[in-house]
């Protein structure tokens, strides 16, 4: 999608710091990391949230990616978060989907 800051930073148009790419995910670290790694996994194909994406196995994709990507961060041993926002009260600021893989310290039990 032309105007989307997720598919410029998939294409390159926007500089990212891509730890994860293959035929149908990209991933890259978050600019603003909420824990010690933060890391944001995302279909190329451009769809703007887990509802579009549910339907056509994008996300099956992007889940077996950040399997790999959490072993490859050394985060299997101790564990990790992954999470997808949805819409405005999900507090979704980026329109395409996105799966947050937060690790590196023991984090909040707080979901919301
Ligand atoms: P969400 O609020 O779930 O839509 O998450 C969007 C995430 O994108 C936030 O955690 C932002 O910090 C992150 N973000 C925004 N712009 C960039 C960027 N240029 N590079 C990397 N991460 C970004």
Not at 13 to 38: C, L, M, S, T, Y
Not at 39 to 68: F, M, R, S
Request: charged share 25%.
């Amino acid at each position: 999608m032309d105007d989307c800051l997720f598919c410029k930073i998939i294409r390159g148009e926007i500089p990212g710091d891509k730890v994860f790419e293959n035929d149908k995910v990209f991933a890259f670290r978050d600019i603003h990391p909420q824990a010690p790694v933060h890391i944001l996994i995302v279909p190329k194909t451009h769809v703007a949230n887990v509802l579009e994406g549910a339907d056509k196995g994008i996300v099956a994709d992007v889940i077996a990616a950040a399997a790999q990507i959490a072993r490859e961060q050394g985060l299997a041993e101790n564990g990790f978060r992954l999470i997808t926002n949805c819409g405005r009260d999900g507090a979704q600021s980026v329109e395409h989907l996105h799966f947050h893989l937060l690790g590196g310290k023991k984090l909040s039990e707080e979901m919301a």
